[in-house]
């Protein structure tokens, strides 16, 4: 259902942006996911974080996506929630923050399109993307194929037009929970000692790939005829949901953020297990911290 989820975020509208607006995109994504890579290595020369946790718990990507992927990958899910986390109440925080300072006058709220949410038969297209998409993902033995397998049908599918998905708040509910059991369950006491003290060097690379995506956003403005509120919060690290809803409800592109956002997601997605790797490799001996 996480899988599903990110695929919902796919519209045609997005694709068509994603082509028009196509290079600058991509190097908008490129420099975010960078300033996350960054961030990860430095907790890793740091000895704050092991390499893969730290890899994959700055990657600026959807949380819960991360979370469910990265043990496949060897980093403990433990940390890699704290992390993301800790990133996306911040990157809300600072979102919150910039949308009301540059905000004259309050936005009408958007239709919250409650009735596609409650068509039985999108529901029940949704939940068959989910399972083919699961099944044939892991019989192909694909990591996190649970995830992927229906992320990438379901991208496909409603992209094209050719299904129409929907996303129940009790299932998506049922979904964050379960990841959310499956993560608080397994704390220790030893766990918890690490996340107490890996809390500084957290907060402090937080804060300096915010700053970095929002310099980048303010560089963007010069080159594409957009405010600076479109471009913060296209550029800010994480919080995909969470970003979309602050962009409805401002004066901001949601077109351009979506299409920021989404592929972004994506790019993480390929990307993380090949950057965990790399992390762990330049620092062999930080395994351990």
Same mark, same amino acid.
């Given at each position: 259902?996480?899988?599903?989820?990110?695929?919902?975020?796919?519209?045609?509208?997005?694709?068509?942006?994603?082509?028009?607006?196509?290079?600058?995109?991509?190097?908008?994504?490129?420099?975010?996911?960078?300033?996350?890579?960054?961030?990860?290595?430095?907790?890793?020369?740091?000895?704050?974080?092991?390499?893969?946790?730290?890899?994959?718990?700055?990657?600026?990507?959807?949380?819960?996506?991360?979370?469910?992927?990265?043990?496949?990958?060897?980093?403990?899910?433990?940390?890699?929630?704290?992390?993301?986390?800790?990133?996306?109440?911040?990157?809300?925080?600072?979102?919150?923050?910039?949308?009301?300072?540059?905000?004259?006058?309050?936005?009408?709220?958007?239709?919250?399109?409650? &009735?596609?949410?409650?068509?039985?038969?999108? +529901?029940? *297209?949704?939940? $068959? %993307?989910?399972?083919?998409?699961? =099944? @044939?993902? !892991?019989?192909?033995?694909?990591?996190?194929?649970?995830?992927?397998?229906?992320?990438?049908?379901?991208?496909?599918?409603?992209?094209?037009?050719?299904?129409?998905?929907?996303?129940?708040?009790?299932?998506?509910?049922?979904?964050?929970?379960?990841?959310?059991?499956?993560?608080?369950?397994?704390? &220790?006491?030893?766990?918890?000692?690490?996340? +107490?003290? *890996?809390?500084? $060097? %957290?907060?402090?690379?937080?804060? =300096? @790939?915010? !700053?970095?995506?929002?310099?980048?956003?303010?560089?963007?403005?010069?080159?594409?005829?957009?405010?600076?509120?479109?471009?913060?919060?296209?550029?800010?690290?994480?919080?995909?949901?969470?970003?979309?809803?602050?962009?409805?409800?401002?004066?901001?592109?949601?077109?351009?953020?979506?299409?920021?956002?989404?592929?972004?997601?994506?790019?993480?997605?390929?990307?993380?297990?090949?950057?965990?790797?790399?992390?762990?490799?330049?620092?062999?001996?930080?395994?351990?911290?």
């Amino acid at each position: 259902m996480i899988g599903c989820l990110v695929a919902h975020a796919v519209t045609g509208s997005i694709v068509a942006t994603l082509l028009e607006d196509g290079p600058i995109i991509v190097a908008v994504v490129l420099v975010t996911v960078a300033a996350g890579g960054t961030v990860g290595w430095g907790l890793t020369r740091l000895r704050v974080l092991p390499g893969t946790t730290a890899a994959w718990g700055s990657s600026p990507g959807g949380a819960a996506a991360m979370v469910a992927m990265s043990e496949a990958f060897g980093a403990d899910p433990r940390l890699v929630a704290f992390m993301q986390y800790v990133r996306v109440v911040a990157v809300v925080f600072s979102a919150s923050l910039v949308a009301r300072l540059m905000i004259e006058a309050p936005a009408l709220a958007a239709d919250a399109g409650a &009735t596609d949410a409650a068509e039985a038969g999108s +529901v029940l *297209a949704t939940l $068959g %993307i989910a399972a083919v998409g699961a =099944a @044939v993902a !892991l019989a192909l033995r694909v990591p996190a194929g649970a995830q992927i397998g229906p992320m990438v049908l379901g991208s496909v599918l409603h992209a094209t037009g050719l299904a129409r998905m929907a996303l129940p708040g009790p299932i998506l509910d049922l979904a964050y929970a379960g990841i959310g059991w499956y993560v608080g369950l397994r704390f &220790t006491r030893e766990t918890l000692n690490l996340t +107490v003290h *890996a809390l500084p $060097g %957290i907060l402090v690379s937080t804060l =300096a @790939v915010i !700053l970095l995506c929002g310099g980048w956003a303010f560089g963007l403005t010069f080159l594409l005829p957009i405010d600076f509120l479109t471009a913060f919060l296209a550029t800010s690290p994480g919080g995909l949901d969470s970003v979309a809803i602050i962009a409805v409800g401002s004066q901001a592109d949601v077109s351009f953020v979506l299409a920021v956002q989404t592929l972004r997601l994506f790019v993480v997605l390929i990307t993380g297990p090949l950057l965990a790797k790399w992390i762990s490799r330049t620092a062999p001996d930080t395994d351990r911290p």
